[in-house]
């Protein structure tokens, strides 16, 4: 059929045309932001889940949630070695610089202005001629102690958005990668702003390992953060995002195809993008049948294999390597770390820096003490495919 009219996007990131089953979080989002509006306390969320389930689609949508109402937002996509202390003050000041335009809460406005410069020169992070206008503030976010630092900066511009009847509104996507310095700091921060009834938000997405991560930088964290857990699409969400597509296209596809994309994918939103595509692009004519569905298989396995498993597996050193296959060499689901070892070849405590290792690079995380499994959805399909020294 015709690719120009391909309703399906199978890209990183990427809002599906129908984003299905994930109504209730958004609707959450929307809470918190709703009671922000009415000046009253709200709870953030960190949307935890494997790669390929929309993490980053559902941040994206919280973005536009907050632009709806109004309010300023940070977005910031973590990934190795990131400082925050850096990231988080270059996007703080384009947001202090709008509230100095207003005649409201300008001494609040300045003094988190003053803060923002502390914080900078007390890091290193480097603006363009933001030191001439600005006046410090002796003893405050100066310490160069972002445990310290970073709460007194974000309750400073807590203090100066609510002087102006509005918020921040923070989102990072695969918080994972924040440093246990870094994250506990975070947390702090906006602990300090929720006691002192501050208007900024915090919103994340990241891999399983998250919750205990961020559980022991601080103890308090399940009481400031929802920790909702975005999975594969039910049956019904996953028939809904097959079709609905196709059907504002005027295209049907037949129960056993739909049948057959949604075991093939395992109902994971983004392998139906995959499988969806090439099923259009491999039928005739309307509607889709059993016969297009698995003449696409290969493509959209090759596709994957590519572009989705292979660059993860290309950062991977050959130690690495193995241990993926052994876990791999056990089949689907979560393994027992002694039974990953024996088919490494290996006793549990010499594999044991290879499984932190990977944990810390976001290819495997632990279900359950001393269970491993894959981050990647059908990655141990693809070890068993192609069969990796």
């Given amino acids: 059929m015709d690719p120009l009219r391909n309703p399906y996007t199978p890209n990183a990131g990427t809002p599906p045309p129908t984003l299905a089953g994930r109504d209730g979080l958004l609707e959450e989002a929307k809470i918190a932001l709703g009671r922000i509006r009415f000046g009253r306390p709200a709870k953030g969320f960190i949307a935890v889940g494997l790669r390929g389930v929309g993490k980053t689609v559902i941040m994206n949508e919280v973005q536009q949630l907050a632009e709806a109402e109004g309010f300023p937002s940070i977005y910031i996509e973590a990934f190795d070695e990131i400082r925050l202390s850096d990231v988080l003050a270059k996007a703080i000041r384009p947001i202090l610089l709008k509230f100095s335009r207003k005649e409201a809460a300008q001494a609040l406005v300045a003094r988190a202005m003053s803060g923002l410069r502390n914080f900078a020169a007390a890091f290193n992070v480097s603006f363009h001629d933001f030191e001439i206008s600005v006046k410090p503030e002796e003893g405050l976010a100066d310490t160069g102690d972002i445990t310290s630092d970073l709460p ?47 208007p900024v938000v915090l919103f994340g997405a990241g891999l399983p390992q998250l919750r205990g991560k961020m559980g022991d930088a601080k103890s308090y964290v399940e009481r400031l953060f929802d920790f909702p857990t975005v999975d594969a699409l039910s049956p019904e ?33 983004y392998f139906i993008q995959e499988w969806g595509h090439f099923a259009w692009l491999t039928a005739d004519a309307s509607p889709i049948g059993i016969e297009d569905v698995l003449l696409s298989h290969d493509l959209a396995l090759s596709k994957l294999d590519r572009d989705f498993f292979r660059i993860r597996l290309d950062r991977m050193t050959p130690t690495e390597r193995k241990y993926m296959r052994a876990l791999a060499e056990l089949g689907a689901g979560s393994h027992r770390s002694g039974d990953i070892a024996r088919a490494y070849g290996a006793n549990v405590t010499s594999v044991a820096p290879l499984r ?27 070890l068993r495919r192609h069969k990796p020294a």
């Fill in 152 to 198: 007194e900066l974000l309750v400073a511009v807590g203090e100066a958005a609510k002087g102006q009847g509005n918020a921040l509104v923070i989102i990072i996507d695969e918080i994972q990668y924040l440093s246990e310095h870094d994250l506990s700091a975070l947390i702090m921060a906006i602990h300090r702003c929720n006691q002192k009834l501050l």
């Fill in 237 to 269: 969400d996953a028939r809904i995002a097959v079709e609905k597509p196709a059907n504002d296209e005027g295209v049907q596809y037949t129960p056993e195809a739909l049948d057959e994309i949604l075991r093939v994918t395992g109902c994971y939103p």
């Fill in 356 to 382: 932190s290792s990977l944990i810390a690079k976001g290819m495997i995380y632990s279900p359950a003490h001393g269970d491993t499994a894959f981050t990647v959805p059908l990655f141990d399909a693809f």
